[in-house]
């Protein structure tokens, strides 16, 4: 299994549309093990494969709080959703970043999972909620997609700010090692 690197908010990447999977392999379940270590790694209760570059219609998710509930969903469509909530949801891609998103809070699925076998489920509460807002990805859309176009912008200026703080540091501890003697 591998760690893989997650694409953060705004690079282009996240945009892009997923295509169906259509090849139930060794390299999907390779896939799939190396989305549930780098989003347990994160650490996060969901994971699509667009966010770490791999536009193909595939999700991870585990709502449970010590990670013994594993779901994959491949090529998921939602058939029905009912009720409406709002709550405040975060993505690994806009790191450390919150806000209140409406979803709804019941929603009946059809997916397949890593061997390609059919499945139809009803879900509810946060597993309906985080499956949602991963299928967003799959779509190329974002959670700061529903927000204003005020506070996505200050949400982007944040982000790309602190991106650029990080880089920093590893430079100038290397300066700083080799200048003080």
Do not use: W
């Amino acid at each position: 299994m591998a760690r893989l690197t997650i694409l953060e908010y705004p690079d282009p990447r996240l945009r892009t549309r997923a295509t169906p999977v259509t090849v139930f392999d060794a390299a999907l379940s390779a896939l799939v093990d190396d989305l549930f270590e780098t989003m347990y790694a994160a650490p996060g209760i969901g994971l699509a494969a667009s966010q770490v570059n791999v536009h193909k219609r595939l999700i991870v998710i585990d709502v449970s709080e010590n990670h013994d509930a594993p779901r994959v969903f491949v090529n998921p469509e939602i058939l029905s959703k009912e009720g409406a909530a709002v709550g405040e949801e975060g993505c690994l891609s806009v790191p450390n970043i919150f806000d209140k998103v409406p979803r709804a809070q019941r929603i009946r699925v059809r997916s397949q999972d890593r061997t390609g076998a059919v499945v139809e489920e009803d879900l509810e509460g946060l597993l309906a909620v985080c499956l949602q807002h991963e299928m967003d990805h799959l779509e190329g859309k974002l959670f700061v997609d529903y927000l204003s176009d005020l506070k996505r912008e200050r949400i982007r200026k944040k982000l790309e700010k602190e991106r650029r703080e990080r880089a920093a540091r590893p430079a100038a501890a290397a300066a700083g090692a080799t200048t003080a003697l």
